[in-house]
Each structure stands twice: as structure tokens, then as C-alpha cells.
């Protein structure tokens, strides 16, 4: 078949692993290991004699990012203790003697190695690539290794040169799912895996059955392979299903030979050029693999998708890459599945229609949990597998089915060495149909009856710790998330014992997140409500009462009164016992000392990695507070930045001392004002100033605050206090039942945009409670009878 001389193939495939009990052992760095994949890739494409011709012919390169830098900069630490390359394809390429002109280094996905021969083949045809190396390794086995032997190794290296660094990835895990306990694949699958169980009605001991049959065949082959890190055992079906000391559960259902094997020392590479390369570099024939069709799709989010155990975005990439392919499911030969976790084969089973025992195979492996899961890098042994397969077999077809995330991207590849022409696939009208699915309605905060629709128990080392349940709400069928609390034992046991799918449970919301237990009265226990009254003292926060109202004094002067989790919980229970004291009519909150009322989030309490969160009242038990009807006076003394600056905003009026300074300035420590400053600002001032100011993070003072209109009053330098008490007074002045009716009607009516809706809206009740009140008789009679009303706040 004659084709085009740019038609895109792969020409040398290469992988090597290193074990620590083998004689040669050398404790090589990622670097290396990548390295000598490489150099076998080439090897494999003309024989090592020719090498030098062939690197010299290599104008890209594309390494496949490392775990380590996968992660956020201070986990990085972490997973680099004896240093890393400042730029690992460039490292990889010097071992070599090659010098490309370009290099690229991937995002963090396990279908980045497909992506990538995808991407540059694309290339390849299009003329801008004449020869491309492909590679990426993990050596977190001899890492782990010698820190457990306190060897210290340097795997520190700076190498020059460019460097296309796509740090960009997909947002895979939220802030929310963190606070719950989906954080890692290790406790997200799980939920996936109950999910699938839920729909076909499965009881829990027949689908570890599955699991287990499913997987004893991946120990066998992985047991035959000679760049397996698990060695020559296999095991039985009974064995991976099985729980006891030495497979233990990792997260319900799976036990730990289910889940993806990350001590490795494992690299591979894959080389492709064109026809018309390969031709001049003389490249036998036999050595030439296609790629005859492709696709990649991204999954919705986590908590968007409307089955949390099936993969339609999967789905819907091993059928375009089939189609485009000209081929069906049973015209391949070889097949080779991601495997980090049973799930992920399950739902690609289902999506081709495939069973488990399905005489071909589901891995050329052996899988992650056998085999070994390098980090973002499995796919490329999967490939460089299939090359094999197909040298040996021409003219058949194989598969390599690739994911990364939380079953959240997909890529698939099918190859043959049966020439083709090549055929640019185009996956965005594929994700345009992704995109459109629906999506189950999300409560962040969900309270009440449920039900579950899918779980896991996480376990420790010695015991389970963490339940984690997505249900629906009884009441409005919204979706939720949800976790027990540290050390609930009883709830734990009964996710354990019994299977809860379908069972009834009840959640509360909490400034911490969702929490839930089998009946409320035990949650209640759990979280006993704080007193509606007072305390004699707080740790962080003082508190007086003179006459009707209340003084709230930030106590971190040290720390400029900058806020943390211990304190805003304070000022939550303060605020709700303020608001349930009929004697308080009126709160002033301000700052100890004349340096600053409140310079916003305590970035080092933050830096720490301590967890925190706000309460449900929001940042100082005031910014997210509903249903408010008590004045609250800001005075402030100094620096109201950040947080600071939105307590100020979110009070009712603001009283500032001459050296005041407001600013959100969350943009110059790479935060945004998310508790209600952008928000605020813009609606209490011009607009236009408004978005200087959040974007520039620019400091005002008190004389251009008064000017802009967020400032009621200036007093001298370190008596906004003393001001802000005489403002209060003259509110008393007035009847509290007006007062606090009147910022219930400012209140309701903020909701309207237009001026008549907000006039002519449903306040009926609010009028109601007016006019039978002690306070308004008492005002119209003191006002007859010319003397000072007695007001009762009745």
C-alpha cells in the first residue's frame, strides 16, 4: 500500500524496570530510569550500532510528568527528599547525547503517554515534527527504600534549555469533596465501585467475588512479566477477594491487592517518526506500527455525574476511537485496559459490552495493582506492550484504553502494523455531547432525611476511620456529600455491618461540611448545639455588656486580630447568643490596640496545613450570616485588610479612626475575597472604584472611604470606638422593634432589583409584627403624651 511519506508511525518501543533485590541494583532517579527506556526505544527501531544516526534525527521530545510534580509546591517537598531535575525531559534527552529543539512536559493525567503519541503524530503529519521521544518513569520504590534505610541520595539537577511546561491540568477535586474525604483516587473509586454495585443490585459478597475474578487473571499475566514490580507470585481470585493481616482493606470494598501498586521503579518510552523517515534512516518495515484511530473525552465532575458508576464520557471515547478505526471490539486482538482500580476495567466492560473472562484479556501487563502503576506513565508500558503484540501478530488490531483523574479523562488508541492513511480524529464535538448530560442538582449544605447512593469506609492501618456517603436528600431529591465525624465509631460499624445502599440517614450542614449519622438524635449527641447565652470568657475574643449593647473585641493584637478557625467558631457563638438576647439591641465590634481591627486570615495558621474552615455564619460569624436584624457597628482602629475590611462591610455601619486603612488585598497573596467582599464593595460604592480596588488590592483611607460612602463616621486616631458608642446610643434612641423590623424590610427587599419590586413586595408579616407591637403603642402614646418613650423591644 503506498502511502504519503509524512503518514505517522511508531517505530521503537522500550521499557525498563530496576528492582532493589536484583544484583545490578543502582538506585536510579526518574531520570535514569527514563533514560534507559529511551535508549531501548531507539534500540528497538534500528538496533543499537545506529543509535547515534537515529538521536541525531529526534527534533522533539515530550516527557510524561512526574508524580512529584504533580502536586501542590508544598506536598512537593514532600515527594522530593533527595532533590529532582529542575527539567526532566532535558535531563533525560543529556543522558542521551540528544539535543531536540523542542521539549514538552505533560499535565498530570494517567491518558497522558496515548494523548501524547496522539499529539505528535498529529504533529509528525502535519511536517512541524520529524522524529519524537516519548518517556516518562517512577522511582518511588528505591525513594521509599532509602529513606526507610536513612540513605541519602542526590537526584538534584538543573539543566538548561527551553522547555514547554504544561503545568495546566483539568480541576479534578474541589475544595468541597476535600472537606469529606474525596481527596484521593484511594477513597473516590470506592464510591464509583458502590455506585456500579447499586445500579445491578449486586450484594456486597458477590461483587468482591467479581472484583477478585477479575483481577486474579491481571496477577497471572503480571506474574509472567519480566517489567512487573510485583515479582513471579500470582494470585487467586479467593486471595485478592479475601480480607486478612496482609490484605487488609484500604477502602471499602477494596482490599490492597485492588488498588494500584505506586512502589515502582518503572520507565518507558515509545519513538515515532514518519514513513518517509524511517525509510531514509532505513527503520525495517516489520518494526512499523499505526495508529489507526483515537479519541479523548473528559468525564463530568465528580459530583455532576448523574451515575457515579458508569463512565459515559469512557464510553463514548473506546467507540469513537473503534469507529474511526474502521474496527469493532471484535476485531481486536489485544487489549489493554487502565486498572488502577477495578472500577476502571468494570466500566470499560460495560461500555464495550466485554466480560471478565473475556478469552483476550483485559491487560498485556498485567495492571497497576500487579504490574505497577508508575504514576501518570502506565499507559506508555501499555503501548509499547501493544507494539510488541503486533510485531508479532501483523496485521491484527490492539487496544489501549487509558484514564486519568477520578475516572475523569479518557483517551484510547487503536493500532495495527496494517498500513493505513492517516486520519486526524477530532474529540470536541465529543466533549461539546459530555458537557451537554445532565447533572443531578447539588446541595452543599444538605440537612435532613436521606438516602445513600453510594459509599465508603476508609480504614487505617489498624481500624476503619472516615465513612464517606454521596445521597439524596428526602425532601428535594438534591444530591449531597457527606462524611462521618473523627471517631464515630457506632456510625462507622453500621456502614460496615450492614449494607446502607438505598438505607436511610441523616445529614447536617456545618461550617466544617456535612456530617451524617443513622438517626439525628445521635448526631445531636455527637454535636451537642452551643448555649444560646454568653460566655464569662473566651480564649480569642472579649466581650462586655454595657447596658443594651454588646462590645465584641477581636484579642490577637499580636497577630494583628487576624482570624483562624478557634476564632471565628467564637465569634459564630457570640453572634447567635447576640442575636437570641432580647436585652442586646445593638453590637459593636472592634479590634484590641490602634494597629489593626483586623487584618483579615491568619496566612501563617493557613501555611501551617492546619485544616480550617468558617462556620456557616461565614468569616468572623458574620459575612454569611442570615436572617440578621440586630444593628452591628464596625469600629475601626488601624488595618481592616482582607477578611478584616469584609466584617467591616458586612456590619451595618462603620465608624473609622483617622489612621484607618481598608483593602481587600487578597490579590497580592493569590487569594480572592470570597466572603462577601467583592460582593459587598461593589453595591456599597461606585462600581468602577470597586474593581480597582479588588483587582489592585489598593489601600483606602478613612477621608476617601466617608467620601466613597462606606464610612458613616471618622473619629480621632484610636477612638472609633468611643465614636462608634454614641452612634449606638442615638440608634437606641429610636424603638429596637423598629429598628430591627427596619433592617428586616432593608434586608428582604435587597432582594428585588427594580425599585417598584422592592416597594410593592409581600412584607405583610413584617407590617403584622409592627403593629402589634408593645413598642410601636408605646411610641405613638409617648409622643401624645410629650415625654421620652420607655421602649421595651417587645
Request: charged share 25%; proline share 5%.
Amino acid at each position: 500500500m503506498s502511502l504519503p511519506a509524512n503518514t505517522p508511525i511508531l517505530v521503537g518501543v522500550g521499557q525498563y524496570n530496576e528492582k532493589i533485590e536484583d544484583a545490578d541494583y543502582r538506585a536510579m532517579s526518574p531520570s535514569d530510569l527514563a533514560a534507559a527506556a529511551a535508549r531501548r526505544a531507539c534500540e528497538d527501531a534500528l538496533g543499537g550500532e545506529a543509535i547515534d544516526t537515529l538521536l541525531a534525527q529526534i527534533d522533539a521530545i515530550a516527557g510524561v510528568r512526574l508524580v512529584a510534580d504533580s502536586v501542590a509546591p508544598m506536598a512537593r517537598k514532600m515527594l522530593v527528599p533527595f532533590g529532582a531535575s529542575n527539567n526532566f525531559p532535558r535531563s533525560v534527552a543529556k543522558r542521551l547525547g540528544a539535543n531536540p529543539a523542542y521539549a514538552a512536559y505533560s499535565p498530570a493525567c494517567g491518558d497522558e503517554p496515548q494523548k501524547l503519541v496522539t499529539e505528535f503524530c498529529e504533529k509528525i503529519y502535519a511536517g512541524s515534527v520529524k522524529m519524537a521521544l516519548l518517556f516518562g518513569a517512577e522511582a518511588a520504590s528505591t525513594q521509599r527504600n532509602a529513606q526507610a534505610n536513612k540513605q541519602t541520595l542526590d537526584w538534584h539537577e538543573t539543566v538548561d534549555g527551553q522547555l514547554d511546561d504544561r503545568a495546566e491540568k483539568p480541576v479534578l477535586r474541589t475544595r468541597h469533596m476535600a472537606q469529606h474525604g474525596l481527596m484521593m483516587p484511594v477513597s473516590t473509586y470506592p464510591v464509583f465501585e458502590h455506585a456500579r454495585r447499586h445500579r445491578l443490585g449486586m450484594k456486597r459478597d458477590d461483587y468482591a467475588k467479581l472484583m477478585g475474578r477479575l483481577f486474579e487473571r491481571f496477577s497471572r499475566i503480571a506474574a509472567e512479566n519480566p517489567y512487573s514490580s510485583s515479582g513471579s507470585k500470582a494470585y487467586s481470585a479467593d486471595e485478592i477477594s479475601t480480607v486478612n493481616e496482609r490484605n487488609r482493606v484500604i477502602a471499602d470494598p477494596y482490599t490492597r491487592l485492588m488498588v494500584a501498586r505506586d512502589q515502582v521503579n518503572q520507565g518507558a518510552a515509545v519513538l515515532l517518526t514518519s514513513i518517509g523517515v524511517a525509510r531514509e534512516l532505513g527503520i525495517d518495515e516489520e518494526r512499523w506500527v499505526y495508529l489507526h484511530g483515537y479519541a479523548d473525552v473528559h468525564e463530568r465532575a465528580v459530583l455532576e455525574r448523574a451515575d457515579m458508576g458508569a463512565s459515559p464520557a469512557m464510553k463514548l471515547a473506546y467507540h469513537t476511537a473503534l469507529e474511526n478505526a474502521g474496527v469493532g471490539i471484535n476485531d481486536i486482538s489485544f487489549i489493554d485496559i487502565y486498572s488502577c482500580f477495578p472500577i476502571a476495567v468494570l466500566c470499560a466492560c460495560d461500555a464495550l459490552g466485554l466480560n471478565v473472562d473475556d478469552p483476550r484479556g483485559l491487560t498485556l501487563t498485567g495492571g497497576l495493582p500487579f504490574f505497577g502503576g508508575p504514576g501518570n506513565n502506565y499507559s506508555m508500558h501499555a503501548i509499547a506492550e501493544v507494539v510488541k503484540r503486533l510485531r508479532g501478530n501483523p496485521g491484527e488490531y490492539g487496544l489501549v484504553g487509558a484514564n486519568g483523574g477520578f475516572l475523569s479523562t479518557h483517551a484510547v488508541g487503536v493500532y495495527s502494523t496494517k498500513p493505513v492513511a492517516w486520519k486526524t480524529c477530532i474529540s470536541k464535538p465529543l466533549q461539546e455531547q459530555i458537557d451537554k448530560l445532565p447533572a443531578p442538582v447539588f446541595a452543599f449544605q444538605a440537612d435532613g432525611w436521606a438516602t445513600i447512593e453510594t459509599y465508603t469506609v476508609v480504614y487505617g492501618k489498624e481500624a476503619p476511620q472516615t465513612g464517606v456517603v454521596v445521597g439524596r436528600l428526602v425532601e428535594t431529591g438534591e444530591r449531597f456529600l457527606a462524611c462521618t465525624k473523627d471517631g464515630d465509631m457506632e456510625t462507622l460499624q453500621q456502614l460496615i455491618d450492614r449494607d446502607p445502599l438505598g438505607q436511610r440517614v441523616f445529614v447536617k450542614s456545618y461550617g466544617f461540611g456535612n456530617r451524617i449519622a443513622f438517626n439525628p438524635e445521635h448526631l445531636e449527641n455527637l454535636f451537642p448545639p452551643k448555649p444560646l447565652t454568653l460566655q464569662d470568657r473566651y480564649e480569642y475574643v472579649l466581650v462586655e455588656r454595657r447596658g443594651h449593647v454588646l462590645e465584641v473585641t477581636l484579642n490577637r493584637p499580636e497577630a494583628n486580630n487576624a482570624l483562624f478557625t478557634d476564632v471565628h467558631e467564637e465569634l459564630d457563638q457570640i453572634f447567635n447568643a447576640f442575636e437570641a438576647d432580647r436585652e442586646l439591641w445593638v453590637a459593636i465590634i472592634t479590634g484590641a490596640g490602634t494597629r489593626a481591627f483586623c487584618t483579615g486570615n491568619d496566612l501563617k495558621v493557613t501555611a501551617s496545613g492546619k485544616p480550617s474552615w468558617v462556620p456557616k455564619s461565614g468569616f468572623g460569624g458574620l459575612t454569611s450570616r442570615q436572617g440578621r436584624t440586630k444593628p452591628i457597628i464596625a469600629a475601626v482602629n488601624g488595618f481592616a485588610m482582607g477578611g478584616g475590611f469584609e466584617i467591616a462591610l458586612a456590619s451595618d455601619l462603620i465608624v473609622a479612626d483617622t489612621a484607618a486603612q481598608f483593602a481587600l488585598s487578597e490579590v497580592r497573596v493569590g487569594l480572592i475575597a470570597g466572603a462577601g467582599g467583592v460582593q459587598r464593595l461593589s453595591r456599597q460604592i461606585p462600581k468602577k472604584v470597586a474593581v480597582e480596588m479588588i483587582l489592585t488590592g489598593r489601600r483606602v483611607g478613612a477621608e476617601e472611604g466617608k467620601q466613597l460612602g462606606f464610612i458613616n463616621a471618622i473619629a480621632a486616631e484610636g477612638k472609633a470606638l468611643e465614636k462608634a458608642r454614641e452612634l449606638a446610643a442615638t440608634i437606641m434612641e429610636g424603638s429596637p422593634t423598629s429598628v430591627r423590623l427596619s433592617l428586616r424590610l432593608l434586608n428582604e427587599s435587597a432582594q428585588h432589583a427594580a425599585d417598584i419590586d422592592a416597594v410593592t413586595g409581600n412584607y405583610q408579616a413584617l407590617f403584622d409584627d409592627l403593629l402589634n407591637s408593645e413598642d410601636m403603642m408605646e411610641g405613638v402614646t409617648a409622643f401624645s403624651q410629650k415625654r421620652p418613650p420607655e421602649w421595651k423591644n417587645r
